[in-house]
């Protein structure tokens, strides 16, 4: 089954935190694998990612739904290394990182903008060994100091 990359990860998020059992997450997981799918759990479940962003929810507006950008959450995760601790991260003056950050939030579906605060709040509700039997190699990284990504499989 090819990937949707056209689908609000929102939705793919919520539909994954609904499934009750440990087995239907691993279900979901993997049939929604993707490098985005991936950096949610990495970015906002794994306990070594250090998010530098202040605290809240910064002052943002979010797109009209009308605007039709479900997909685009898959272009703009890969700015996410810009607001964690990492070599990118540290790269990134302060006021420029808020200001990004802004940005990607003003460009993508407005339930994805949520989303990536639920991930910067750590409030992903993926059962852990669910994420563990799905993507143990990921899962294996997140214990280890010298990881690169948090989204590698």
């Known amino acids: 089954m090819a990937l949707d990359t056209n689908k609000c990860m929102a939705t793919i998020v919520a539909k994954i935190e609904a499934q009750t059992t440990v087995e239907r997450q691993v279900d979901f997981l993997k049939l929604h694998s ?84 639920r991930m910067k709040n750590r409030d992903i509700r993926i059962k852990p060994e669910a994420i563990q039997k799905a993507f143990p190699k990921m899962w294996e990284a997140w214990g280890r100091k010298d990881r690169k990504s948090t989204t590698s499989e």
């Not at 479940?45 to 009209?64: C, H």
């Open 34 to 117: 993707s490098y985005a799918l991936k950096a949610v759990l990495g970015y906002g479940m794994d306990p070594g990612v250090k998010w530098l962003l202040p605290p809240g929810t910064p002052p943002y507006r979010p797109l009209e739904q009308s605007a039709d950008q479900e997909g685009r959450f898959y272009i703009e995760c890969r700015k996410l290394i810009y607001f964690v601790d990492s070599d990118e991260g540290r790269q990134v003056n302060p006021l420029k990182r808020e200001q990004l950050f802004i940005q990607v939030l003003e460009s993508v579906d407005p339930r994805d903008a949520k989303l990536i605060l």
